[in-house]
Each structure stands twice: as C-alpha cells, then as structure tokens.
C-alpha cells in the first residue's frame, strides 16, 4: 500500500507577502505541526487571511519560502480551507458534498456522502437546497466539503463570525471533534473567547509579523509582548 502524501510540518522561512505596494506580511519565520488547533489572533489588518492563505497555497510569497513535510514542492497537499462567508453550488446539501468528493478523487457513493454530512449534522438536510439553509448550517456544509478532501489540515477563516450563538457552538463541536480526530486545526478568530475554547496554541499577528506563537495559557496568562497586552484588554494595536 502507498504511504498518504502528507503536508506537516509547515514550515515559513523569512516569508513576506506585498498586495501591490502595500506590506501585509514580513519575515515569518514558524512551523506549524500536528497537535491541538493553532488560532490566529489579531487585530484587523494584521495579515491573518493572508497567512492562512499562503499556508493554504493560494497566494505565493513575494520573499522567502514555504515547505511542506520538509519539501519545497509536495504534488497533493492533504489540506482544505473554509472562509467565513462560503459559496453554495446550486444543487441539494448532498449533491454540494458529492462534488467535493468527485473533485478530490474520492467515491461519491449513498454511504460517503451520509457520513460527511451526519459529521456536521445535516444528513436529515440532504435534499434540501444549500442556499435555502441557514448561515449556520450553511457553514456546516462548507465544512462537510472539505472534510470530502481527507485533509491532514483545515484552514478556517474566522468561521463563525456571521453566526449566532448556537450556530456557533455547532460549528465549534466540529471543529473539536475534527480535531480530536486528528486533523491539524489552523483557524483565525476575534472571539478571544473562542480562542480560549479551542486554542492549543495562539499565533498573534501585529503590524503584519509574527508578534508571538506559543500555548494558549501562557498567551492568555502572561503575553509577552505589549502589542499583545493591549490587545487583550481591547484596546487599539498601533
């Protein structure tokens, strides 16, 4: 049997990321390995989407590199990302997963397809239009299809920030009991509630760099930098 390609570690060295003129990112040097979930913190603008982004190999450093599983060029990644606000197919919740499915190589059978949308909840929503259902629910798919693609890890962008309380106490079962799986969790946040909820280790952005990475308590109890400080006592990160 063939070994699975795998994708972690992820490892940024000197990476740096320009959108025309404008500096989003600079020297990000870190890894990113297997464990409880890694959540983004900081202030808007900081550069968190853009992290996740090149993490996810959607956008290409203008400096430094990006390697995975201690290489350079990996054919297929075993990772998946989920933005806040996803797009439905227009097609029932079932038929969005078995597209998904299709499109990562796998079996779009009866079976598959219960599976991945019973992991979210919504296999009593199977036949109903994806664009009919709720915001909450409609992230619950979203995170039913790229669990379609058996990622190693899955990038979440600020998941539930259009959500309710509910709906986000759904999402984040998930999102705990995808990690407790075993797939690597990488999401960014403003709810430093959740953060503290989900958080194996912080990774806190400022001013476009890395301003800390390290476990959750010591984040929460003693940050280390007074950029952080001041944003966990909601003030204004200059």
């Known amino acids: ?93 079932a038929r969005n997963v078995a597209f998904a499915l299709k499109a ?38 979203a995170l039913a299809r790229a669990l379609a693609r058996d990622p190693e890890v899955l990038f979440l962008d600020e998941p539930t920030a259009s959500l309710d309380p509910a709906a986000t106490k759904a999402v984040e079962e998930i999102v705990t009991c995808t990690a407790e799986s075993g797939v690597k969790i990488v999401m960014s946040t403003h709810d430093l509630g959740q953060a503290r909820r989900l958080a194996g280790d912080i990774l806190f952005l400022a001013k476009g760099r890395v301003m800390e990475h390290g476990p959750a308590a010591a984040f929460f109890a003693e940050p280390a930098t007074s950029e952080a400080k001041c944003f966990l006592a909601g003030g204004l990160v200059t």
């Open 1 to 93: 049997m063939r070994d699975r390609p795998t994708t972690l570690p992820i490892s940024f060295q000197d990476v740096a990321y320009v959108a025309g003129t404008t500096p989003i990112l600079r020297d990000v040097t870190l890894s990113i390995t297997s464990g409880p979930p890694t959540v983004l913190l900081g202030p808007n603008g900081s550069g968190k989407t853009t992290f996740l982004k090149l993490a996810m190999g959607l956008l290409t450093p203008v400096a430094g590199n990006i390697v995975y599983s201690e290489h350079r060029n990996v054919v297929r990644r075993r990772q998946a990302i989920v933005f806040q606000k996803p797009v439905m197919l227009r097609r029932t919740a």
């Open 104 to 141: 990562a190589g796998r079996e779009q059978d009866a079976p598959a397809i219960a599976r991945l949308l019973g992991a979210v909840g919504l296999e009593a929503l199977a036949e109903r239009p994806a664009r009919r259902l709720s915001a909450g629910e409609q992230q619950r798919l």
